[in-house]
């Protein structure tokens, strides 16, 4: 999913860190605890609205925080607080330290997260009404707050949450009709990727900047391939960092250019466009594709090889967070890569003795269609959006669409080069939220 960089715009200059002791089992088993890292936005404390609190996801909380400007936006406009809280194993909150065990990973779970904030709730939440936010798979613990707690959660906003974990498969093509918004970017990929892979590691070499020749051909490809997709995530109108440092306002539509320079042999052309990327800020002398991706079981990316979290992130995509992602080079502009229950199971048994629960998702979304009060926003740029809830399911069950948007772009502070989209979604949150506090409603 997202995998962050450092963001540069939103609030955490008024963010105060604080801490709080959390079960490593709430369930049961192990009698250990750790500490769970939140931020507080100090600036907020005395408002009398209700309590904005942000479900952190697969990554440093300082850094979704950091980009997460539009929830101060919605604190200030509701007369809210606004907390955001780290997810277990992730950033600085670590029950078992920087390095885990499978079996210890066991208590890396939805439920376990999900019990987590619960309990900061209940903390900090004293009698007020609680609205949860978060952004991707973050989106989704906040839907699932609303539809587990109820009487705890009165309402919930999830960006580019993908709910529906079997249409997740459309990932791929998805990002490729991104790319099509600069005419002829697929084909131009599938004769590049073509090339490279009858090219000479001495060429290839070259063409891509890499430092050594010492690499196979399956990664080099992975690699080029994430370059695509976490521009296509991250493809926003103006220059941001956090899907990678120092990506320029429209990141894929500059890498189709550059993969369609016809001065250029295709391998080098490929070369420029996935370099652009790896090396946006120009600094980079040269690229070892060990250090700037990890394979895993999501195939839409963990991070790069030196992530400290993706490994986390890779015990929770064969374990509950299942997708299906194999690319066919027809629907998609990527050489095929078969990756269904057969390529995941081996994976994830290898690696963390593991069988993925790949229907472990169905009861918690039925659970989701009897619930209330949940806006569902979407980029319909963004290629998570097959997964996503893309049509209301109820008058409170709201889902909005940002045109032209990408990955969880409605979460970042306003800009002045924000698409018009945008700009109606974020205001019909807050009107919808304003109005669903105004009312006197039990659960």
Known sequence: MARMGLASLGLAAALET????????????????????YLVDKTKVHNTGPLLFFCGNEGDVEVFANFSGFLGEAADALSGRLVFAEHRFYGRSLPFGAAFTAQQAEYLTVEQAL??????????????????????????????????YPSLVFAAVASSAPLHFDRNGAFFGLATAAAEATAGCAAAARRSFAAALVASKSELQSAFGLCSADFELDELVLWARNAFVTMAMGDYPYAQDLFGQGLPAWPLRRACRLLSETQLSAPRALGKAVGSYYNATGGVRCHSISAEYRDCADQTGCGAGASPWGRAWDAEACRQIVYFTPTDNVTDMFPPRPWGPEELGSYCKKHWDIQPQSEWF?????????????????????????????????????????????????????HPQDLPAVRDVRQRVISLLRTWLSEQVIV
């Not at 609680?130 to 699932?144: A, C, E, K, N, Q």
């Open 115 to 148: 019990e987590d904030y619960a309990h900061l709730i209940r903390f900090l939440g004293d009698s007020t009404r609680v609205v949860v936010f978060g952004g991707s798979y973050g989106g989704m613990l906040s839907t699932w707050m609303r539809a587990r």
């Open 362 to 414: 169905r009861p918690w979304w039925s659970a989701v269609e009897k619930s209330s009060r949940i806006i569902f926003t979407n980029g319909l740029s963004d290629p998570w959006r097959g997964g996503g809830v893309l049509e209301s399911l109820s008058s409170t069950l709201v889902a909005l669409h940002v045109l032209g948007g990408a990955h969880i772009y409605d979460l970042a502070a306003s």
């Open 18 to 37: 604080q801490w709080f002791q959390q079960p490593i089992d709430h369930f049961g088993g192990h009698a250990g605890s750790f500490a769970q890292r």
